[in-house]
Structure formats: structure tokens, C-alpha cells
T-cell receptor, first 117, second 112 residues
Framework: DAGVTQSPTHLIKTRGQQVTLRCSPKSGHDTVSWYQQALGQGPQFIFQ???????QRGNFPDRFSGHQFPNYSSELNVNALLLGDSALYLC?????FGQGARGNTIYFGEGSWLTVV | DQQVKQNSPSLSVQEGRISILNCDYTNSMFDYFLWYKKYPAEGPTFLISISSIKDKNEDGRFTVFLNKSAKHLSLHIVPSQPGDSAVYFC???????????FGTGTRLKVLA
């Protein structure tokens, strides 16, 4: 049973560039969330995708956007990169909320380490 | 405003003894809580969860206690093993939302 897989594992970008990170959810999961974890901090919620739509968004600017595909995989795009965007980007998958399944556990991938120079 | 707080950045425990990691929250609407363990260069690994309708949940060596009146939860690891050395995060979710709010983590070191 494949867990959550993310790519690439590490990447270095220059300020102002754009980056795309990819995620395949755990087998059987249909919901994907993205989190940003800065050094010494806990993960912070970016947004969640379900049925190919953004269902909820955290306090991140519009430079952060995403997409979910029909096979439930997802991409996170960040435009106009800033030095402060350097962080570990975590994808988490789960079964759908809001259908009597309150409190679904989310399962994380290994993350993508982004360094902006 | 940090809604989920882990006030102890680090904790050292002797192998075989009990490890107690604490987490406080401010939002009374939180109704589901999770604990994760994270090793360096890896993603967080789910450990145990608890719903607000319970005050205790146990899974092997791991037990989570929830005190709703105090807005406090704790993770007990008994007995502690060197392989438990990692950073532990607590996370909380509010009914009607889809996001988890994480604490800043506690680094546990189990000494052999």
C-alpha cells in the first residue's frame, strides 16, 4: 500500500522564479492538503483540495495556488518566489471530511525541501 | 495568535521511563486532536488521535489524555525507547473546517 509520495524531494530556486511541487495521495484517499513547515515551526495549512476544487485556504497569499487532478493527485504552485518561501512543503492526504466522518486523520508525505536564494 | 501551544521545546527521559509531552490550546471549538512524530528529513508520522467526546485513547505504548475544561492534552509514552527520540507535534481541528493547527513541537530525547 503506497503512502503519500511527493516530488521533487529537494530543489533550489532563485527569487522571482516559479515552482511546482507534486503529490500523490495514499491509496484510497481522495482529499489532499498542503502545509508549509518553516525551520523550528509546526506545519502551517496552505489549502485543501477535494473533487478538484479548493475547499479551504489558510493565510497564504495568492502567489500560492494549487490543483487537483481526477486521479486525486495534486500540485502546489508558488509564483514570484521570496526568500521567506524557503521551507519544507508537506502534502497530506485523507478521506473526505463532512460526510459523517468527522475527524479524519491526515497522512503526510516526506515533503519537498524548497530553498530560495 | 498561537492557538495550539507546546511550551516545552525539548524533553530528555531515561530509557524505560515515562515520557509526558504536553499541549495546550485556546480554541474551545477544537474537537479533534492528533499527535505526530517527526524524524529529521522525514515527513510527520501519525501516532494517535482523540476526539473531544473522549478523555483518553490508548494505542500500545502511547496514550493521549484530553482535559477539555483545561484545554490541555498530553501524550504519554511508556516505556520510552531510544527510537522514540524525535520531534512530537500536536495538532487540532475545529468542526466545520478542514485544516489542522499545529503546535511548534517538542523534541524528545530518550537516553539509553
Amino acid at each position: 500500500d503506497a503512502g503519500v509520495t511527493q516530488s521533487p524531494t529537494h530543489l533550489i530556486k532563485t527569487r522571482g522564479q516559479q515552482v511546482t511541487l507534486r503529490c500523490s495521495p495514499k491509496s484510497g484517499h481522495d482529499t489532499v492538503s498542503w502545509y508549509q513547515q518553516a525551520l523550528g515551526q509546526g506545519p502551517q495549512f496552505i489549502f485543501q483540495y477535494y473533487e478538484e476544487e479548493e475547499r479551504q485556504r489558510g493565510n497564504f497569499p495568492d502567489r500560492f495556488s494549487g490543483h487537483q487532478f481526477p486521479n486525486y493527485s495534486s500540485e502546489l504552485n508558488v509564483n514570484a518566489l521570496l526568500l521567506g518561501d524557503s521551507a519544507l512543503y508537506l502534502c497530506a492526504s485523507s478521506l473526505v471530511f463532512g460526510q459523517g466522518a468527522r475527524g479524519n486523520t491526515i497522512y503526510f508525505g516526506e515533503g519537498s525541501w524548497l530553498t530560495v536564494v | 495568535d498561537q492557538q495550539v501551544k507546546q511550551n516545552s521545546p525539548s524533553l530528555s527521559v531515561q530509557e524505560g521511563r515515562i515520557s509526558i509531552l504536553n499541549c495546550d490550546y485556546t480554541n474551545s471549538m477544537f474537537d479533534y486532536f492528533l499527535w505526530y512524530k517527526k524524524y529529521p528529513a522525514e515527513g510527520p508520522t501519525f501516532l494517535i488521535s482523540i476526539s473531544s467526546i473522549k478523555d483518553k485513547n490508548e494505542d500500545g505504548r502511547f496514550t493521549v489524555f484530553l482535559n477539555k475544561s483545561a484545554k490541555h492534552l498530553s501524550l504519554h509514552i511508556v516505556p520510552s525507547q531510544p527510537g522514540d527520540s524525535a520531534v512530537y507535534f500536536c495538532a487540532a481541528s475545529e468542526a466545520g473546517t478542514y485544516k489542522y493547527i499545529f503546535g511548534t513541537g517538542t523534541r524528545l530525547k530518550v537516553l539509553a
